[in-house]
């Protein structure tokens, strides 16, 4: 178990964007001691008994949410779930207000998505607990890149110098935003594939290498991140078929057999099985770190959860 005394300097996480190197480490060490404590038969602590976490999503999520319920919990803290729909807020309330009313509650922790990219910015800036950000539109997604990151350094023991690969739908993907930030951060090539509609125009100034063509982006790759197509962003027909998209853009064990041997191949789901990857590659426990993905996502959660509130705790009692 990581035993890192290292205190984070941010009173919020909203983004990879603006984590130094010795941050997002001590983060993924951190990560390490939950892993184990997550494979306890008792996987609860008290290290933030009495905190209080709110949860407010104001997009559907399976997976994020249940992960930072399952986080705080783990961790002793009392969390509520707002279910956005049932709400205030679909009776007119703004973001703002909203924010304010859980403020009033004095919670300790604040995780929000939003479809509006800086959305966790700007609740950031009118509460007083810390606020981390679980995916702002097109913009960042910060706690999933640590969870790839970390699900990659146990698998492979370092980012440094590996080639790795993030392909599909970019253009509408934090994902991929904070994970080429990370990446990038930890020493690792990044390079984007996906067909020139599904790429950001600035993905240049991305600071990875740009691709069209699958085959010559997965060359020579240790790892391939595949992402979902995000139908319900797209305000027009980016693509002819997601039959043809899987053709060109779809991730099968042919394909993969054009990345370094024994590449791994990631998705942080949900996923479309045949539209962006083959159930045969994603299921089969010897390539796919998809599983290793879900649980990194509680035990990241909690590292970044705790030491959100290590940072409060210390800057009060300064
Ligand atoms: C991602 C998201 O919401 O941005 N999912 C997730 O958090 N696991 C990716 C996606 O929705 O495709």
Not at 22 to 50: I, M, W
Not at 159 to 184: E, K, Y
Not at 266 to 287: L, Y
Request: net charge negative.
């Amino acid at each position: 178990m990581s035993t890192t005394s290292y205190v984070f300097a941010k009173p919020h996480l909203l983004g990879i964007a603006g984590l130094n190197f010795p941050e997002a480490v001590s983060l993924l060490d951190r990560a390490e001691g939950y892993v184990e404590q997550s494979r306890q038969t008792d996987k609860t602590s008290n290290k933030l008994h009495g905190l209080t976490q709110i949860n407010l999503f104001f997009e559907p999520s399976t997976r994020t949410q249940s992960s930072f319920e399952i986080a705080g919990k783990r961790l002793g803290m009392d969390v509520v779930n707002m279910a956005v729909q049932s709400s205030s807020v679909s009776k007119g309330e703004t973001l703002i207000d909203t924010a304010m009313t859980l403020n009033a509650m004095r919670p300790d922790l604040l995780v929000v998505r939003h479809g509006a990219s800086g959305a966790a910015e700007l609740l950031s800036q009118k509460v007083d607990c810390a606020v981390i950000n679980a995916g702002d539109g097109q913009h960042e997604h910060p706690t999933q890149a640590l969870l790839d990151a970390l699900s990659i350094r146990r698998a492979l023991g370092s980012l440094a110098g590996l080639r790795i690969a993030i392909c599909g739908d970019i253009a509408h993907s934090r994902v991929a935003r904070s994970n080429v930030i990370l990446l990038n951060l930890l020493g690792a090539e990044v390079r984007l594939c996906g067909p020139p509609t599904l790429l950001p125009s600035d993905a240049d100034r991305w600071g990875a290498e740009v691709f069209h063509n699958m085959d010559d982006a997965l060359n020579a790759c240790d790892v391939v991140m595949m992402l979902r197509l995000q139908t319900e962003r797209m305000n027009s027909a980016f693509i002819p078929s997601s039959r043809e998209y899987f053709r060109f853009y779809g991730l099968d064990r042919t394909r993969l057999g054009k990345a370094a041997k024994g590449a791994l191949v990631m998705h942080p789901g949900p996923m479309n099985r045949g539209v962006e990857i083959d159930s045969d590659i994603a299921d089969d426990p010897k390539i796919s770190l998809i599983t290793a993905q879900v649980e990194m996502g509680v035990a990241v959660r909690m590292a970044v959860l705790d030491m959100l509130a290590e940072a409060k705790n210390k800057d009060t009692h300064e």
